[in-house]
C-alpha cells in the first residue's frame, strides 16, 4: 500500500491549499481516509475523515467550515482543500487509510500512512 501526499506549501494567512493523497496498492473504495498533521513538538493530531462512500464527514472542531476532505474512489484520490488559513494550521500533513468501517479520530486506528506534506502559513 502507497499513500503520496502533495499539494503543501507556503501560503498567506487567509490563503486556500488544497492537499491530495493518491493511494495505491489497495481497493481504495473499502478503506476509510483520514487527514491527520504534526506541527514540531506536538503530537500527530486528527484533522478530518472520510467513510468509504464519501458520504460521512468529520472534522477537527477548529478547522470546521474552513476545511472541506473529500475523495474521489474512481481516481483513488483523497482531498482537504483548506481556505482561510491560520498561522496555527502550519504543520506536516499527512494521510492516512485503514479499512475499518467507522471513521476515527485516533491516530493508532489507522494502518497505512502517507509520507507527509508540508503547509507552512504566514502572517
Known amino acids: 500500500v502507497q499513500l503520496q501526499a502533495s499539494g503543501g506549501g507556503l501560503v498567506q494567512a487567509g490563503g486556500s491549499l488544497r492537499l491530495s493523497c493518491a493511494a495505491s496498492?489497495?481497493?481504495?473504495?473499502?478503506?476509510?481516509m483520514g487527514w491527520f498533521r504534526q506541527a514540531p513538538g506536538k503530537e500527530r493530531e486528527f484533522v478530518a475523515g472520510v467513510s468509504r462512500s464519501g458520504i460521512n464527514t468529520y472534522y477537527k472542531d477548529s478547522v470546521k467550515g474552513r476545511f472541506t476532505i473529500s475523495r474521489d474512489n474512481a481516481k483513488n484520490t483523497v482531498y482537504l482543500q483548506m481556505n482561510s488559513l491560520k498561522q496555527e494550521d502550519t504543520a506536516v500533513y499527512f494521510c492516512?487509510?485503514?479499512?475499518?468501517?467507522?471513521?476515527?479520530?485516533?491516530?493508532?486506528?489507522?494502518?497505512?500512512w502517507g509520507q507527509g506534506t508540508q503547509v507552512t502559513v504566514s502572517s
Open positions: 496498492g489497495l481497493t481504495f473504495s473499502s478503506y476509510r
Open positions: 492516512a487509510a485503514d479499512s475499518a468501517a467507522a471513521v476515527s479520530t485516533r491516530v493508532a486506528a489507522y494502518d497505512y
